[in-house]
């Protein structure tokens, strides 16, 4: 019964998302009011439609109501109760009802958070955002049905992938997709900007809390995914230019390049048209993201279901969704004409800079994703793109980001001098080369230019605060003072620089990692990375729905003992496959990582690594993550009032 | 646009509509794939070789890898007589390991099984052998891996079945299986006996 009313409410949420895409819009155009305030009521009818659908799917698999088919297929009743609730998720339907959901509380978020905004382009941007609703909810309503029903009902279901049986993956979808769909917002935004004709500082002011929430959820998303194969794959890599990793990676160089050139619209009206390009090509590249993986197209480490036939209808649906967006586009973008002027040496000048390099940065990721594609369909050959090019393809990249980064917060709007900015970052310049150069007596150069960079950016990310606060220069009670008057969003940025400074950080450590593969009796010794490593013994342990073969590691350095490690592998007998339980003891400089591979003739094998400051490359990522949530606590207060402050100063101007 | 700069107006229209031609070729490419998926003409996951069907690639004899004491080179392949299996493997290499109990169960079935060190030192590979057994009938070692490339190698373990007439017959990338030996391999070396 339960699941029929979440089918039912699946149908329901596609009818109230149909209306959500048709009567706001008809009323912003025909300056309807009681039409266009249906917006809200509707936007959030259909969150609770899906709520509800959502909920449905969840019972069926806590209850393991296996006559329901998704159910079957990926549960199983012996399954623990934490991942029965996130295995509702864990699969295709499942998955695309959450991406569903999601895009309804968007919906819903503009229509109770958006009061203030006028309520024709609120109209416009819940009516936008009903429309590609209505689209996925009426895919999943009929080509990817989570709610069918299978008959007779088997006694047990078929288990999970044991893969995915991890908390960490288990809260990886929400937060990536809360990342994906959260830039319909901003995308929603620019279509009814371009419906209306018009961008000015205070469509940048409403865009950017949506697109930071968003990027943050993203970055948070890619750092739980990047971590989750780093401990469960038991490879001891944390990236490997998957397409499946990349295809994330894509919308979130571009979201990060929105969320910069959203500030210059804001304060100072120019770079519209690439601001709202740049708005649908991030939706655009996360659409791409979600569902092209999914059609099995691209060969990836990350198994998805192959279906053509449902990736013919997703691409019918991209198209339009994404061809509508250039259409309109190519349509109206050349109404919006750009009001502010600077000169190329200023801070709007750097955030150019910043945006051309991250778009190409995003563009040689998405040429190495895609080439093996193009290579077989124009020239039939087989190809495959790994980690060296897009090594040696971003590396370059990055270093100008990198200084971009630090020396654009120096420079003034409008017009400003290289010299002083320079100049008054010689201690940062000092501190990274002093890094730079002690890395570089100790190991190879490529870390050391990676130390370098990190110590760059985190001192650099400080600078412009330090400079606001007038540290050193004025009495530290005068500094307080100043350093008080900070705005949260200031602080925002700084910290979310100073996050990506700590991922480079990792990063540079992880290319000084140590590893050894090796085949010891119980009792050996071997040294990996400055730790004599001995396997103390093998034993067999049960499981839930497993067993699992345990060894046990001491980890010792000059005799005394760092850690105990007891790296397994389990076999699941209904899914027939076996997982790797990678063990890990970090101490945040360094992680041990040790992974238990075959045993034969009484050895076993190990893979034995030492990856200094390994976990930084996530801790980075959740500073990065948290910078955007200061900026977004400090914006939250303004989307309430928004000011026009820009369109004063452009009158002014004038 | 007031038309007093017609002259511009064009280029820049052309240029926003940039864009949308880029997104129609990707997705009609797309498309033509996702057919040629349906149609079973295209397998993301496949890993082919070109060799298939073809003569080995001719190379100069390699060096020898401990415990052998003379390497191999394409002529020597050519001359075997028989059907032989070339594995490509190394000491680093964790489905290699993985692989080797196959190689061995082979070796005892007395299938020629000649060895290729990719990439490995010759004391790690020699260690290796010593430690797990030694399947090969011949070995040799593609320190530089400049051999391998022109094998097409992808990563290791990869094995060939060349026939007697010098022929690449069947290609596996990754680690054999006791599945994988049993419904292919062993078919087709019967096969090309």
């Keep these: 019964m339960i699941p029929e009313l979440g089918h039912f409410a699946l149908a329901l949420a596609v009818v109230l998302a149909g209306s959500q895409a048709v009567l706001p819009l008809w009323g912003a155009e025909r300056r309807d009011p009681a039409l266009m305030a249906s917006a809200p009521p509707l936007a959030i009818g259909q969150f609770l439609a899906l709520a509800l659908a959502f909920g449905a799917l969840v019972w069926s698999s806590v209850v393991s109501d296996f006559s329901v088919l998704n159910v079957a297929e990926n549960s199983q009743s012996l399954k623990p109760l934490l991942y029965k609730i996130t295995g509702a998720w864990g699969d295709h339907e499942g998955s695309i009802l959450l991406w569903c959901l999601i895009l309804a509380i968007c919906g819903a978020a503009v229509g109770i958070f958006g009061g203030a905004l006028p309520a024709a382009l609120r109209a416009r941007v819940i009516g936008v955002l009903g429309a590609t609703s209505a689209g996925f909810v009426l895919f999943s309503l009929t080509v990817s049905n989570p709610f069918v029903r299978l008959w007779p009902a088997p006694m047990e279901g078929r288990g999970m992938n044991p893969l995915l049986e991890d908390p960490g993956l288990a809260f990886h979808p929400p937060i990536l997709y809360a990342g994906y769909v959260g830039f319909a917002i901003p995308f929603a935004f620019a279509l009814a900007a371009l419906i209306e004709g018009r961008v000015d500082a205070a469509w940048g002011r409403w865009v950017r809390p949506w697109a930071l929430a968003a990027w943050a959820f993203l970055t948070g998303g890619i750092a739980l995914g990047s971590w989750w194969s780093y401990y469960v794959l038991g490879w001891g890599g944390y990236w490997f230019w998957d397409p499946v990793e990349n295809a994330s990676l894509l919308p979130w160089l571009a979201g990060t390049a929105l969320l910069h050139s959203a500030i210059v619209v804001e304060k100072r009206e120019a770079l519209k048209i690439w601001t709202v390009l740049l708005a649908i090509g991030t939706f655009s590249l996360s659409l791409c993201g979600t569902f092209l993986v999914r059609s099995g197209i691209l060969n990836s480490v990350h198994a998805f279901a192959n279906d053509p036939a449902r990736g013919v209808f997703i691409l019918v649906l991209l198209a339009l969704v994404i061809g509508t967006a250039l259409g309109l586009f190519a349509w109206r973008a050349p109404r919006l004409m750009p009001t502010g002027v600077f000169a190329p040496l200023s801070r709007e000048g750097a955030l150019v800079v910043n945006n051309i390099l991250l778009c190409a940065i995003a563009a040689v990721v998405f040429t190495g994703t895609t080439y093996p594609l193009f290579a077989q369909l124009l020239a039939g050959a087989q190809i495959s793109v790994g980690a060296p090019f897009f090594n040696a393809t971003v590396l370059p990249l990055a270093i100008p980001l990198f200084a971009a980064m630090v020396v654009g917060p120096m420079l003034s709007w409008k017009r400003a001098q290289l010299a002083p900015a320079l100049l008054r970052l010689w201690w940062v310049a000092l501190a990274a080369l002093l890094v730079g150069l002690i890395s570089a007596w100790g190991w190879a150069a490529l870390p050391a230019l990676g130390f370098a960079g990190a110590a760059w950016l985190v001192l650099g990310a400080f600078a412009p605060i330090v400079e606001r606060a007038r540290l050193f220069r004025l009495p530290l009670g005068a500094s307080w003072v100043r350093l008080s008057g900070v705005p949260l969003a200031a602080w925002g940025g700084v910290i979310a620089h100073a996050g990506l400074g700590l991922t480079t950080a990792g990063l540079s450590g992880m290319a000084l990692a140590e590893h050894r593969i090796v085949a010891v009796h119980p009792g050996e010794t071997v040294a990996v990375g400055g730790y004599d490593w001995t396997l103390l013994g093998l034993r067999d342990a049960p499981g839930p729905n497993y067993t699992a073969r345990l060894a046990e590691i001491r980890v010792a350095r000059d005799g005394r003992t760092v850690a105990i490690l007891t790296p397994g592998r389990r076999s699941y007998p209904l899914q027939r496959t076996t997982t790797t339980e990678t063990a890990i003891r970090t101490n945040l400089a360094r992680d041990l990582y040790a992974v238990l591979g075959e045993e034969h003739d009484g050895t076993a094998v190990l893979r034995l690594h030492v990856n200094p400051l390994a976990p930084w490359i996530w801790l980075g990522a959740l500073v990065m993550a948290l910078g955007g949530g200061l900026s977004l606590a400090d914006r939250r207060l303004r989307i309430g009032a928004p000011l026009r402050r820009g369109a004063a100063a452009r009158a002014a101007s004038a | ?193």
């Design chain 2, 1 to 193: 646009m007031s038309g007093a700069r017609p002259a511009r107006v064009l280029p820049r229209r052309l240029l926003l509509a940039l864009p949308l031609v880029a997104a129609a070729a990707g997705g009609l490419g797309f498309y033509a794939l996702l057919r040629r998926m349906e149609a079973g003409r295209y397998d993301p996951h496949g890993v082919d070789n070109p060799l298939v069907g073809h003569a080995i690639p001719t190379f100069a004899a390699l060096p020898a890898q401990a415990p052998a004491t003379t390497g191999f080179g394409a002529a020597d392949l050519r001359a075997a007589g028989r059907p032989v299996l070339v594995n490509f493997f190394a000491s680093w290499c964790v489905p290699c390991r993985i692989e080797h109990p196959q190689l061995m169960a082979l070796a005892r079935a007395g299938v020629p099984l000649w060895g290729i060190a990719y990439k490995d030192h010759e004391a790690a590979a020699e260690a290796l052998l010593a430690e797990e057994g030694n399947p090969y009938h011949q070995l040799a070692r593609d320190e530089s891996g400049r051999v391998s490339i022109d094998w097409g190698i992808y990563g290791v373990p990869e094995t060939f079945l060349i026939d007697r007439a010098g022929i690449v017959r069947g290609h596996w990338a990754g680690p054999l299986s006791a599945d994988l030996v049993a419904s292919e391999v062993r078919p087709m070396l019967g096969k090309y006996a």
